[in-house]
Each structure stands twice: as C-alpha cells, then as structure tokens.
C-alpha cells in the first residue's frame, strides 16, 4: 500500500489500521483467554483420571491380598510402577510449564491465572527450539511410553495396549511446514497456547497409565465363577487317628473351580487359607473319642457381593496310646528328698517305655515306680516317656523344702506360757508343718535373750537345738513377769547348701 501525500487521506488510512489493531487485539484478548479456560478444564478432567487411577490400584491392591500368589504380587507391582512412572512424567511436565511461565514474567497481576507476556512467539520459539527443551520433551515421552508398555509382559496383549495409549508422538500432518515435531508443536506458538498444550501432555499420562491399570485389574480381578449348587466336602486319608497323631483333612466344595478366588473356608473355628479352591485343615488330637469340628463355606458373588454360608459339621474318632507319668507326692520335685514317680503307657509293653529326665535324676525302683532326686531350684525340669508310637514331655517344677517353723519344745508357737511349763521345754524345734514327705530339719543355733522383770537383759548364744548350758541356767530362772526372746533361729533342711533364718519366738511368763 502507497503512503498518501494528502494529510486527510494519510489520517484516515492511519486511523482505519488503528481500528484494525484495536479490533485484532479484541479478538486476540479472546482467544487467549479461550486457551487458559482449555488448561483449566484439561486439569479438571486430569483430577478425575487421578481418582479413577487411584480406585484401580486400590482395587488391585484388594485382589492381591485376598488371593496372594506370585503372580497377583507381580500385578501389583505393576499397578504402583505405572502410576508412578506416570506421576513422574506430570511432575516433569509441570516443572517445565512453571518454567515457561517465569520467562514469560510470572504472574499477571491484572489478569489472574495467566502470565504477563502470554503472546509471546519468540521466547517460545527460541526455548522450545533453539535451545533444544522440544527435543527432551519429546525423548521424555517416548520413554515414558517405553516403560508403561514394559509393564505388560504378554507380547499380545502389548500390541493391544500400545494402541490405548494416548501418550506419544503425533506424525506432522501433511502440508504442515515444520519438519521435527518439536517445531511442529512449538515453532512461533504464543505462551498462552503452549501451556495448554503441556496441559495435554499430562493428561495424555495419566489416560495412558488408565490404560495399564485397566488391563492389570483385569488380570488380577481373574474371571467370574458361576456356580449353582454348594456341597461341603472332607477328604481324609483316615478318620481314626491315635492320639498324639495328626489328624488331617482336605475341605473344599464339590464341584468346585480351581480359578474359584470368592471362596473363604473356615474348619473347626479358624480359618484356613485357600489355594485354587481348597483348604488343608490339621489339628492334633488331644483327647479320646469322637471330635467333631465344624466347617464353613463362605461364597462371594462377583456380581453383587453379596455373601453366602454354607456350613456342615464333621467328626472323626481318636483312638487311646497313651503314656503318663504322675508325681506321687505333689507337682513338684523338692531338693534334698526321694520324690516318687509313677509312669505308665497304656497298651505298651513295661520293656518298651523309656523314661528319661531333665534339670534332675530319675532312677527306677520298680514295675512302673521311680525316684526322683534334683540339687538345683529351676522351672524347666521334665520328665519325657517315651513309647512305639508316642512320645510326651511332663514339665515339673524343682525347689528347696519350703521353710519350717520353729517352735518352743517343737510345738509351742510365741505367746504366754505358765513358769512350770516353760522350764519343762528342753529347746527350739524346726517343725516342716502340711509337709508330705518324711524328713526333718535340723536347728543349728539360736540366740537368746533373758529379760527379767525390772532388769536388764541379758544376751546368749546357743548352739543346737536344745538349751545349752548358760541358757538352761537363764530358763531355770523364770518366774512370772520374766520375757524369753530367742531370735535368729538357724536350720539347716537336707539338700541346704547353708543354714536358713527362721527369725525368732518370744514368750512372757505367766
């Protein structure tokens, strides 16, 4: 167009591209804006794919620990290695898109939610470009896509699953210009389109690792089982056992499916687990005659979830070998005394029983009769008997003889006492009172202390039980109102490798 020489021509002309400006700024102002309303909504729709990733995983996540096998583990693995792979790929994506936004002067503060230079052609140009960001994008997606498709291991279902995949690098439409795809995506393309399109990319990743998740619910969920009719079933290599012996039972539904992963069975109130639709059940038997346990069949349907019982009771019979072995005093074995024992084996030949012991001795003394003797306090002692068939341990306790109680005359207690009956005594007694076993302990001394009335005391050791001779002289003194104190009583019980303190007995003469 030629520049008029007229200054009323060149005015108007100069006022008609004003206008043309102006009306080009307008639209310009609307399309921009149309484009970051785009990102907004691209965000939004990625806010729903994150969810629905996230009910995917979790719903794998629930498959593999109801139904744990190798494979449903390799699965899940795969389910967390997606999303995170994905998750990786938006972070690096929104790393860029906040770079962008800075170079193009960060945030409007007239314009929220955009930046300052959103038309800019030349910075994108030159850093999508020229200084190469297109092309690592571009190698960021293709390994991105990479490592989602190595997560499918069947080279089929990988075909099928590489065309879902949203996530890749476009061919260049034809007649288009730009001869890279970075170009193609980012040559002379203002700010504000830019952004949106980085938008995109994130949301092609996470459709894309949707894809994935889909197939591996799939894979992980198994298929559906149908079934009509529900029979509870045992199958048993025998149903008498002797005890002692495991019992052991296979329990599953008759016309059960191998692939059946809604099935949860219980026997004999605990649960078992279930491998290809079938349950071991084992328990040993602890007692003679019939057992009876009862099993029950939980079936989930796929469809509705809703849950079925089918329960039915069983028995088998326990049969009787057995051995015993009895302390003849009390459940414990005491030191320093013959503890007899009783073993017997029902059903077992007397030749056949071995008998042994742990933490003390044992010795035989008869048909069936031992003696059992221990030197050292301990809570792990046993006996173990053993017979053709059947062997059982019998834990017993180990300790001292329990202490004695001294006594004035070996059976008078501390209290008042007439002078002529506290002379007659002859010493201090250690008595093993509601004691089974015939042993006694022997006093090894005391010491005595003669408080006459109005007087002071006077203090005596004594060795032995009965009164010496410096204490007998004290006791012949006693008349009413005198008090006798005899304190550190000293016993020795058999087994005691040093002498007991019983502590000590008082009397006041009456």
């Not at 170009?183 to 830019?194: G, L, R």
């Amino acid at each position: 167009m030629s520049i008029p020489k007229e200054p009323r021509q060149l005015m108007i002309n100069l006022m008609y591209l004003v206008l043309t400006a102006l009306l080009a700024l307008n639209v310009s102002a609307e399309v921009m804006n149309a484009f970051f309303s785009l990102d907004k909504g691209l965000e939004g729709s990625r806010l729903i794919v994150e969810k629905n990733n996230s009910s995917l995983i979790k719903s794998i996540n629930t498959q593999a620990d109801a139904y744990k096998n190798p494979q449903n583990e390799s699965y899940r693995k795969a389910a967390i290695d997606a999303n995170e792979v994905a998750s990786q790929f938006q972070e690096y994506i929104e790393s860029v898109r906040k770079e962008l936004w800075e170079k193009a002067g960060g945030d409007n503060p007239k314009v929220p939610g955009q930046p300052k230079d959103i038309r800019n052609k030349d910075l994108t140009t030159r850093w999508f470009i020229t200084e190469g960001k297109g092309a690592e994008i571009k190698a960021k997606i293709e390994e991105t896509r990479g490592k989602l498709l190595a997560l499918i291991a069947d080279p089929k279902d990988k075909t099928d699953i590489e065309t879902q995949l949203t996530l890749g690098i476009e061919e260049i439409p034809p007649g288009v210009k730009a001869k890279t795809w970075e170009e193609f995506k980012f040559k002379q393309m203002p700010v504000a389109a830019v952004i949106p399109a980085l938008g995109k990319l994130q949301s092609d990743s996470k459709s894309s690792a949707t894809a994935v998740l889909n197939y591996l619910a799939k894979k992980v969920g198994g298929t559906e089982i149908k079934m009509d009719a529900f029979e509870p079933a045992v199958s048993a290599p025998k149903g008498y056992v002797i005890l002692g012996e495991k019992y052991e039972a296979d329990i599953f539904l008759s016309a059960y499916s191998t692939t059946a992963n809604n099935v949860s069975i219980s026997a004999g109130g605990r649960g078992l687990p279930v491998t290809a639709g079938k349950a071991h059940f084992e328990e040993t038997a602890s007692s003679n005659g019939v057992r009876k346990y009862n099993v029950s069949i939980n079936v989930v349907n796929p469809l509705t979830k809703e849950t079925k019982n089918y329960s039915k009771e069983f028995s088998y019979e326990v049969g009787q070998r057995s051995v015993a072995c009895a302390a003849d005093k009390m459940n414990v074995f005491y030191i320093g005394v013959d503890n007899p024992v009783s073993v017997s084996a029902a059903g077992v030949n007397s030749n056949d029983v071995k008998v042994t012991s742990s933490g003390c001795s044992i010795n035989k003394t008869g048909q069936g009769k031992y003696t059992v003797t221990a030197t050292t306090p301990t809570n792990d002692a046993s006996i173990t008997v053993s017979a053709p068939g059947v062997t059982q341990k019998f834990p017993f306790r180990v300790k001292r003889i329990p202490d004695p109680t001294p006594l004035l005359g070996a059976k008078h207690r501390s209290g008042s006492m007439g002078n002529g009956e506290f002379k007659a005594q002859g010493g201090i007694g250690a008595v093993l009172e509601n004691f089974d076993f015939d042993t006694q302990c022997k006093v090894v001394g005391f010491k005595a202390v003669y408080l006459a009335k109005r007087q002071d005391p006077v203090e005596y050791n004594n060795a032995g039980a009965k009164w010496g001779g410096d204490v007998q002289g004290a006791i012949n003194k006693a008349k009413p109102g005198d008090t006798y104190f005899f304190d550190d009583v000293k016993v020795n019980c058999p087994g005691d490798v040093a002498g007991r303190n019983l502590g000590g007995l008082s009397y006041k003469i009456k």
